[in-house]
């Protein structure tokens, strides 16, 4: 470890080259990989928020955000299944949102019945049961958008007047479209949606019933509709917005490019520092150094690169991150991630060191002599 550290140190401004370029490959898997958690999290943050065991859809929706229209009567059918301990609706479609001061912004409007579990729902100040009449609820994160900056604030939704009654967290849109929350009736009347229809209906299971079950019957009597467990339909509005958009794809390439990069910089610097060192490495041999002595110290160097760049790049993630919260609201790096880019970054380091071995242990005691 020393014999590795001394030639590393040797030469300081190619060290340093090295352990930024790790940094910085480092830097780019997390920030990346934040971005596509928190992606996949935003997707589906408004199924994941329900409380309920099966969502009903119409046939092939692929997302919450991209609702098709369901029959009301549905939800008399599902109340009627045995298991169901209470069957609600949700209705949700795009709107024009328009302020006072003129901001006129495309949101996707949202109308929740009470039953439908721990999603925003406007109340009178002071009640956890009441609806509060022609009020809405916006994301904080989007307040500065919609030109909301008073509660409550006189607006109109579709050209019927409304008022945005208090902001909420947590349900930051990566869309372009903000959420908006409204009551169930207001929100039918802001969308003008027919009396007979809905966008989904949500099931909650009773206790001790089987979900797999209740869903199979569900389906037995509503052969048209989708019908799928919350994990089902966030799972499958994630795979939607990761394969069908691009977006994704795009995510996981600029995280592969800085893999690439790290492991370009590494071995490069890797190599030309073994290279520098093949006398060191031929007298070791004529020493009687064995191959694995040899091999542990080029490990050692690249391993040295390695932490000190996951460290240098873990420090400057956290500023970055919440430089960009401030345009990338739902923008967050879970506290598990980086230690699950370490074993990569040190695997990538690894491999970085791979040709710097083999110039290493192809190189003849003799050499030295000749020296």
């Not at 997707?43 to 309920?52: F, G, L, M, N």
């Not at 009773?206 to 919350?230: F, I």
């Not at 240098?312 to 500023?319: N, W």
């Amino acid at each position: 470890m020393r014999l590795a550290w001394n030639n590393l140190w040797h030469d300081r401004s190619r060290f340093a080259v090295a352990v930024l370029g790790i940094a910085f490959a480092v830097f780019l898997m997390i920030f990346q990989g934040s971005l596509l958690l928190s992606f996949l999290d935003a997707s589906s943050r408004v199924i994941q928020t329900t409380d309920a065991d099966l969502w009903i859809t119409a046939r092939g929706v692929s997302c919450f955000d991209f609702a098709s229209p369901l029959p009301n009567r549905f939800v008399e059918i599902a109340q009627g299944v045995p298991g169901v301990l209470r069957a609600s609706r949700i209705v949700s479609n795009f709107a024009r949102f328009h302020s006072p001061d003129g901001h006129n912004q495309f949101v996707l409007l949202i109308g929740v019945e009470p039953e439908a579990g721990p999603l925003p729902m406007p109340t009178v100040t002071g009640s956890a049961s009441v609806m509060e009449p022609d009020g809405v609820l916006i994301d904080r994160s989007h307040a500065q958008l919609l030109g909301v900056s008073r509660f409550p604030q006189e607006i109109e939704i579709n050209r019927r007047k409304s008022k945005v009654l208090a902001q909420v967290d947590g349900f930051s849109s990566f869309l372009g479209s903000p959420y908006v929350f409204a009551a169930y009736p207001d929100a039918m009347r802001y969308l003008g949606t027919a009396p007979e229809e809905t966008s989904f209906i949500l099931a909650r299971v009773a206790g001790g019933s089987n979900v797999a079950a209740v869903g199979d019957e569900l389906r037995r009597r509503l052969p048209d509709v989708d019908v799928l467990t919350r994990q089902q339909f966030a799972r499958k509005a994630q795979v939607y917005w990761i394969t069908q958009t691009g977006a994704g794809g795009a995510i996981l390439t600029a995280a592969i490019l800085g893999f690439v990069i790290g492991l370009v910089v590494a071995s490069q610097t890797i190599y030309a520092t073994t290279m520098e060192h093949l006398e060191e490495y031929a007298t070791l041999k004529a020493l009687g150094a064995s191959p694995w002595f040899v091999i542990r110290v080029v490990l050692s160097q690249a391993l040295v690169c390695g932490f000190l760049g996951f460290l240098i790049g873990l420090m400057g993630t956290s500023p970055v991150v919440e430089l960009v919260r401030g345009s990338i609201a739902w923008l967050t790096t879970p506290a598990w991630l980086p230690w699950l880019i370490l074993p990569p970054g040190l695997l990538m380091c690894c491999l970085a060191a791979l040709m710097s071995i083999r110039a290493a242990l192809r190189v003849e005691p003799a050499r030295v002599f000749r020296a």
